[in-house]
């Protein structure tokens, strides 16, 4: 079954960080760009940060500075890198991969709760 599965989500204090996974499954991410999402109670959900097959980066501007997106395609696997934690943080977070060849597959992970509290 293809996939997309994402760990590493939690509580953690205001100024805390937390490393998020998101590994693919019976597809490559090689020719995907793939981000990271987040939906908090009550909102839209919205783009935190992506990266292309060519690594470049592009963050919403909540998070710039804090975040880092990033990829290891030799692990078929997604990160993201959250330091200086903030409670307004706090989210359902996905990833989300787009094919950037037709017919533009894109898959969505099932999220992973993080909670900014103190």
């Known amino acids: 079954q293809v996939q997309l599965v994402e760990s590493g989500g939690g509580l953690v204090q205001p100024g805390g960080s937390l490393r998020l996974s998101c590994a693919a499954s019976?597809?490559?991410?090689?020719?995907?760009?793939i981000s990271w999402y987040r939906q908090a109670p009550g909102k839209q959900r919205e783009l935190v940060a992506g990266i292309n097959t060519g690594d470049s980066t592009n963050y919403a501007d909540s998070v710039k500075g804090r975040f880092t997106i990033s990829r290891d395609n030799a692990k078929n696997t997604l990160y993201l890198q959250m330091n200086s934690l903030k409670p307004e943080d706090t989210a359902v977070y996905y990833c989300h991969a787009r094919n950037t060849y037709p017919p533009y597959q894109t898959y969505w992970g099932q999220g992973t709760q993080v909670t900014v509290s103190s």
């Open positions: 019976r597809f490559t991410l090689d020719y995907y760009a």
